[in-house]
């Protein structure tokens, strides 16, 4: 009798089961070629024959579960991966938010976007609340006023022609 692991599966079963999960571009999500590489078929043996004895082991009920198993273990990677990467972009755009330079307005609303119910109640809390979109009438109104300045225009003018 052959030896089983603790999840019930044979040597050949368990490398089935991670061919088919974690493997290579000719292994992963393919059984016939998960297959082939744990049983080590031979290339002259029957195609028939392989998908038969492939069919037969995939539907194993115990191959089934440890196949699910690993897939949730690899889910669970690439969660946490990406959980990791968007921590590392947020602090990021902090550190930029945080600068006194032109790219920091621009940070703060990439964090904005980022963060679920940041603009929640269309209101952010500060020192004193400030409504969003009472703010934006405002600054549209300002950027009227100070587009009829003739000094505000000049340096419009100026930096387009520098351009």
């Given at each position: 009798m052959?030896?089983?692991?603790?999840f019930?599966?044979t040597?050949?079963?368990e490398?089935?089961c991670?061919y088919?999960?974690?493997?290579?571009?000719?292994?992963?999500?393919?059984?016939i070629?998960?297959?082939?590489?744990?049983?080590?078929?031979?290339p002259?043996?029957?195609?028939?024959?392989i998908?038969?004895?492939?069919?037969?082991v995939f539907?194993?009920?115990?191959?089934?579960?440890?196949?699910?198993?690993?897939?949730e273990?690899?889910?669970?990677?690439?969660k946490a991966?990406?959980?990791?990467?968007?921590?590392?972009?947020l602090?990021?755009?902090?550190?930029?938010?945080?600068q006194?330079?032109?790219?920091?307005?621009?940070?703060?609303?990439?964090?904005?976007?980022?963060?679920?119910?940041?603009?929640?109640?269309?209101?952010?809390?500060?020192?004193?609340?400030?409504n969003?979109?009472?703010?934006?009438?405002?600054?549209d109104?300002?950027i009227?006023e100070?587009s009829?300045d003739?000094?505000?225009?000049?340096?419009?003018?100026?930096d387009?022609?520098?351009q």
């Open positions: 052959r030896s089983k692991n603790k019930g599966l040597p050949q079963e490398s089935l991670n088919f999960v974690y493997g290579d571009e000719q292994t992963s999500g393919i059984q070629a998960s297959y082939r590489k744990a049983y080590n078929i031979k002259n043996t029957k195609p028939e024959s998908h038969r004895q492939a069919t037969e539907n194993r009920p115990h191959v089934k579960l440890r196949i699910e198993d690993l897939q273990q690899l889910n669970s990677i690439y991966d990406a959980e990791t990467q968007k921590k590392r972009v602090n990021r755009l902090w550190e930029i938010a945080d006194d330079n032109s790219q920091n307005v621009g940070a703060l609303r990439l964090i904005a976007q980022a963060t679920d119910g940041f603009f929640k109640d269309n209101t952010i809390k500060t020192e004193q609340n400030i969003i979109k009472d703010s934006i009438q405002e600054l109104l300002l009227t100070i009829k003739d000094n505000v225009i000049r340096l419009f003018n100026k387009k022609d520098e």
